[in-house]
Every structure is written in structure tokens, then in C-alpha cells.
């Protein structure tokens, strides 16, 4: 199943994390088709920074292993999801969140996320 991952969704899958559902589990683990958004990369790496995140260092390489490994695609970010950005009602003020809900909307793709907020949006969810 095609789909983009929430930043937790993602940590929380590669730890075998208990607050992970059993429906994101059996996604994360289906058939590839997953995809991790650069802006969910680039909140890990500013969390690893500063102290928020705890994951083995250098984080970067650590990341993109676990994608590699998991068969996740990195979503770039394009002009057309910041574009759709413009379009959001501010329901939500979290820029990274923002920014996978433009994704979502823009490339057809449901969100694994356990985030309340995202249903406000017209975005399909997995959860």
C-alpha cells in the first residue's frame, strides 16, 4: 500500500514501539510503496540536534540505512506541495506537519499517523 509516514509513525515503527497500531504495524511492514517525506528527515535531524531525539549518531546516515532497509522512498519536497501549503486552513501551526499534509493532499498518498490534529484536514489516515 502506497502511503506517507508521519515522522513518529516512522521512529516508532523502526523501534518495535507499542503505541504503533496494529494497522500503521501491518503497513509499515507490507509491500513497499511507503515514503518518508525530506521534511520528516530534516525534523529528525533537528530533534537528534537538539537533544530531543535519541538515535544513533550521525543521525543522517542512520536514517537513510533504516529507508534503505525498510524499502522507503524519500519524498522530495516540490514547489507544487508548497504551493498547497498556501491553500491549508490553519488548523495546525506545525510546519513539518504542514508540510506532509500538503504532501498527502498533493500526491494522493494517506498519512500513518496518530496525530489528532491531521483528521481536520481532508487527508485520508492510517491509524
Known sequence: ?????????FLWALAGDARISPLARDTFAGPTG??????????????V???K?????????????????????????SIDHLLAIERLPMHHRDPFDRMLIAQSL?????????DPSFARYDVHLIW
Open 106 to 114: 498533493e500526491e494522493n498518498l494517506p498519512i500513518v499517523t496518530s
Open 49 to 51: 540536534q537538539s537533544g
Open 53 to 77: 531525539l535519541n538515535l544513533p549518531r550521525p543521525a543522517g546516515p542512520y536514517v537513510l540505512r533504516k529507508l534503505a532497509e525498510n524499502g522507503i522512498e524519500m519524498l522530495p519536497i
Open 1 to 9: 500500500m502506497k502511503a506517507l509516514l508521519d515522522t513518529h509513525a
Open 34 to 47: 511507503l515514503s518518508l517525506s525530506i521534511a520528516s528527515f530534516w525534523e529528525i535531524l533537528i530533534k
